[in-house]
Every structure is written in C-alpha cells, then in structure tokens.
C-alpha cells in the first residue's frame, strides 16, 4: 500500500542554534561547579545505534472460506522495522571509579589552611549524555504537522494504490484513482476459471446496475492463474459471457496484485471517495455486510440513497450437509506438477499420490491407477505427460481406456479444462459406473443418442460437470477421452444449494 509516514530518529542537534549553544555553555558550568570530586575522565560514551526507518506496516490478508491462493504467490516482503537501540544516560555517565581516603578531622589547637576547589573536569562522552538528559526545550527542531492527506490516511485506512503494470483495459480506457477521485471504488481481484469469483458475479452485477449512477464503480482486475488466462481475447469471451461490464484490467505480471500485497482470488477493497481503502473482504460471502459498507461510503460523498432496497444473503448450504455429523468436502484439486510439488516442500499431501505420475514429469509416461483409491485425490491411468500446469492425455485412443480417476464429497464438481491445439473434444463422464442423468448433470453436460453423458470441451475454461440433488459422499468419478488434446487442469467442488 502506498503509505506517507514520516518518522523523525533521535539524535542531538543542539549545535544548530547559537542560543542553544549559550543555554548548553550555562548548564555546563552549573554542573561543573556542582561537582565535588576530582576523578579522571571517562571514555567517550558511545554514539547512539538507530537502525533503519521504519517501513509502514502491510495490509494482513486474513484467509477465509471460498478464497484461492496462487501456486507461486508473488509475494511483497516489506523490510521488517527494526527497534531503535539506544544507550540510556544512566548507562553513558557511570559513577567516579577511584576511592579516596577520608580525611581527618582538624584538632582545636591547629589551623588548617582551607584548600582550593578542585578544577571540575567534565568528559566529552559525559557531556553527551548530560544533554542527552537535559535536552533544552528548543534542542531539536519540532516535525512539522501531517498533512490533511496523511491525518486522513492514518485515521482512516491506506492510501489506495493506482493499477499498475497493466497489459490491456477492457470495457474502459485507461484509468487512475485520480481521474476516480469522488466516487466509491470497488476493486475485485479476479480469474475467469475461479468457481470462487464465478459465484461473486451475480452480487457485482446488482451493486453494478443499483448503485453506478449514484458513483460506484467496479474496477476488476483480472489476474491469471494459468497461462491460458493471460489471453487478451480469452479475458474479453470471459467478460461477455458472464457479463461484466465494468472497467477491466488485465494483470498479467500481477504488478497491480503486488501492490495492494493481495493474496486471494476473489479479494475485494471498497475505496472512498478520497482514495482511502475503507473496507475489504476475501474469498466469497458477506455480501449485505459488503454492500452495507458500499451504501454508507456512497452517502458520505452525497448520494441520496434514501430508497429501501433489500440486501442480498448468502448462498444456502446443503442441508444435508449441514445435518451430518461427519461431512467432508473434497478440496480444489490441481492437476499439474507445481502445485503437488509445493504441497510436498509445505509438508502436506499432494493432490496427486500416484508414485509412477512423478515419473512422467514433462515427458510422456504409462501410469496405472490403483484398485483402491484414496478419496479426494487424483489418479491417471494409461498414457499421459505431466507438465508444470496441466496432464495432458498422451496418445490417440479407440475406446476410453485411459481415463483420470476421483473419488469426492460435494454436491456440485467442475474441472478447467482446455485443449493445447485448439481443436475441439469430447470426454466421456460417469458416476459410479453409470451415465449421469438430467437430476445430476452440470450445465456443461451433453447426452447423444444412447443417453451416454459427456463434455464438448471447445474453449479453455471451467466445464460444471455435476451438480446432484443433494450432498453426496464417496462417490467414483471417471472422465476418459480419445483425443490426444484432453488437458485437466484443475476439479473445483461446491456444497451449496445452487449453481457450481
């Protein structure tokens, strides 16, 4: 975030105004005459230690359900703020180290001349530490009052930042936060195959058509998770199939990601009328909360909003999952090599525990599917290469004997699929050994003549592959192609009531 701090490090600049000099000359000599002993001096104290200024501190993103994470997340490190170290006056000015001897007391008879006052003797690194202790008022040049700019900020929330390193606008030309200053600015941070985002366009799309002409305006921007999403032309099918209107802007290098230190897909931050980020929320849900906040920032920049309009609730989850005592949900699983090896090096299981599937790391290999598959993971059989992102079928077959295998719990499963020549394909989809039906088919499912269930796979994108009644546990899904160009990236699970 784009933060405007100033911080101001200790130190003694009272050698910059004569008076102050006079004042310090004055102290001095009170001192001096103050003081009874003859000791030698001291070593010089040593110099005050700061370490670096302060950096203002990162926004903490707070994982929560329905976000999605990048495989390799560009991350922002921020120089951590070191404590300034700093020896006390205490510590600088130690007691006299030498011991003198009492002297005795003068007898009647005697006269004792009166010696002389000792010349006081003050040390170089004594005299620091005395000024150190007794700063004069005027001593060190007072910080000059923050601006309106940077009171708002510090009150309020950080300074939002503008999008940058931005590939393509789509829907709009070019914009920055300035040419926005006055309206209420929604940020979505998106990927068209995200099931998660997918479920957040409805909600968009109403706060779009509620509130644009009283001053809000979506600013999406798209950052890709897969390679095939940094298409311009694949971005703008996306755009106008789930229609979105609003301003978008391709991240490809996700420079824009790095600078509001995201982590998440979706991730939202509600920025005000000056430019100050007031509210934020990753992953999906909390959409009247979301819109409540988008209402009280339009009416601080004078919207009348004095319409009753009915907030929008969550998506319903399953009952039946709500009401079992041991309900599990299979979770996104990824098909290509770096994210199983991530999870490796993060101490977690793979998505894949295929031993043979590492051996045909980018290069084509013959995997055999065990008997007894372990749920919620994925498994290969027959001929496939595994590459970094996506297993691509390795061969042309006659009669669906490759196939991927999954066992899951979910009441809604949907991959992202593509085809790396562009060509067009079928897969073959089962359920525990059967076709699926009309009650369980996703939107994506087709039947030919003999009621036999299968995808038409012609673009790169997320296929809703089922969509059951109720929750379901345990169940066997088999997806099998005869075409060399049958590429999975990813399954995607959902547990609510409705859509994918």
Not at 94 to 111: D, F, N
Not at 296 to 325: H, I, N, R, Y
Not at 475 to 486: G, H, I, V, W
Request: charged share 25%; hydrophobic share 35%; aromatic share 10%.
């Amino acid at each position: 975030m784009n933060r405007s701090f100033r911080t101001r490090k200790p130190g003694v600049s009272w050698f910059k105004s004569s008076s102050v000099a006079a004042a310090m000359l004055s102290l001095i000599l009170i001192l001096a005459l103050a003081c009874g002993s003859s000791a030698e001096p001291e070593p010089a104290a040593p110099a005050v230690e700061t370490g670096p200024e302060p950096t203002a501190a990162s926004v903490q993103a707070a994982s929560e359900t329905g976000a999605t994470t990048p495989a390799d997340p560009p991350r922002v490190e921020t120089a951590p703020t070191e404590s300034m170290q700093e020896r006390s006056p205490a510590e600088a000015v130690s007691e006299p180290s030498k011991e003198t001897e009492p002297e005795a007391e003068p007898t009647a008879a005697a006269e004792v001349e009166p010696e002389p006052a000792p010349t006081p003797t003050v040390s170089v690194g004594e005299l620091a530490a005395l000024i150190e202790a007794n700063p004069v008022a005027d001593a060190v040049e007072p910080e000059p009052e923050p601006t309106a700019e940077v009171q708002r900020e510090r009150a309020e929330g950080p300074l939002a930042a503008d999008p940058v390193g931005i590939n393509a606008w789509i829907n709009s030309d070019p914009l920055t936060l300035e040419q926005l200053r006055g309206k209420v600015v929604l940020v979505d941070f998106w990927t068209y195959t995200c099931v998660n985002c997918i479920r957040t366009f409805p909600f968009l799309k109403l706060w779009h058509s509620r509130y644009a002409d009283d001053g809000l305006v979506i600013l999406g921007i798209h950052t890709p998770e897969f390679d095939f999403e940094r298409d311009y032309d694949n971005v703008v099918e996306a755009t106008e199939e789930n229609g979105i209107v609003w301003p978008v802007a391709q991240d490809n290098e996700f420079a824009t990601w790095q600078a509001y230190e995201n982590r998440y897909w979706p991730a939202k931050y509600l920025i005000d009328q000056d430019g100050v980020i007031r509210y934020t929320h990753f992953g999906e849900g909390k959409y009247a909360e979301t819109e409540e906040e988008i209402r009280k920032l339009l009416e601080e920049s004078g919207a009348d909003l004095s319409d009753d309009v009915g907030l929008p609730e969550d998506q319903v989850l399953d009952p039946l999952f709500l009401q079992s005592t041991s309900a599990d949900v299979t979770p996104e699983l990824y098909a290509g090599y770096q994210r199983n090896v991530n999870s490796i090096y993060s101490g977690l299981l793979p998505y894949v525990i295929q031993y043979d599937y590492y051996d045909a790391v980018d290069t084509v290999g013959n995997l055999v599917a065990p008997l007894d598959l372990e749920r919620h993971h994925l498994y290969f059989h027959g001929t496939w290469q595994v590459g970094r992102e996506h297993v691509k079928h390795g061969r042309t077959t006659r009669n669906y004997e490759d196939y991927i295998a999954l066992e899951y719990s979910a009441r809604s499963v949907n991959a992202v699929l593509t085809s790396d020549s562009g060509e067009p394909y079928s897969v073959r989809i089962t359920l525990d050994g059967e076709y699926l039906t009309e009650d369980n088919a996703g939107a994506d499912i087709h039947f030919d003549d003999e009621g036999r269930s299968f995808l038409m796979v012609d673009q790169p994108r997320l296929y809703a592959i089922i969509e059951s009644p109720t929750y379901t546990q345990g169940q066997m899904l088999l997806m099998s192609s005869n075409s060399e160009n049958f590429g999975l990236f990813a399954f995607t699970f959902g547990i609510y009531t409705e859509g994918p």
